[in-house]
């Protein structure tokens, strides 16, 4: 079981991209799925999340920039991301809790650079 990010890239501010992450392997449900991020020095930090039943959490600061969507069919969760600020520059990290025959697990994918500059 393993999780592939896809889609990051430089982008000028106030410019978009849209990530995805696609799970893939022997997995029997998916759980709550998120994205993170994290710069040089700091912590991993809390993007979104939705859980399971679709309910959606965003940190305030990116949530009217940032759409988290799940296609259920392709086992893959999205990342939209409008006006985006020089400030977003980091390396975006998907999330997943998966339920494989071994049971309920936390599973990361590689991580995505995205880089906000002019």
């Known amino acids: 079981v393993q999780l592939q990010a896809s889609g990051g890239g430089l982008v000028q501010p106030e410019g978009s991209l849209r990530l995805s992450c696609a799970a893939s392997?022997?997995?029997?449900?998916?759980?709550?799925m998120a994205w993170y991020r994290q710069v040089p020095g700091k912590q991993r930090e809390l993007v979104t999340v939705?859980?399971?039943?679709?309910?959606?959490n965003y940190v305030d600061s990116m949530k009217s920039r940032f759409t988290i969507s799940v296609d259920n069919g392709k086992n893959t969760v999205a990342l939209q991301m409008n006006s985006l600020k020089p400030e977003d520059t980091a390396v975006y990290y998907c999330?997943?809790?998966?339920?494989?025959?071994?049971?309920?697990?936390?599973?990361w994918g590689q991580g995505t650079q995205v880089t906000v500059s002019s």
């Open positions: 999330n997943a809790n998966l339920r494989t025959s071994g049971g309920w697990r936390s599973y």
């Open positions: 392997g022997s997995i029997l449900s998916i759980g709550a």
């Open positions: 939705v859980s399971g039943g679709g309910n959606t």
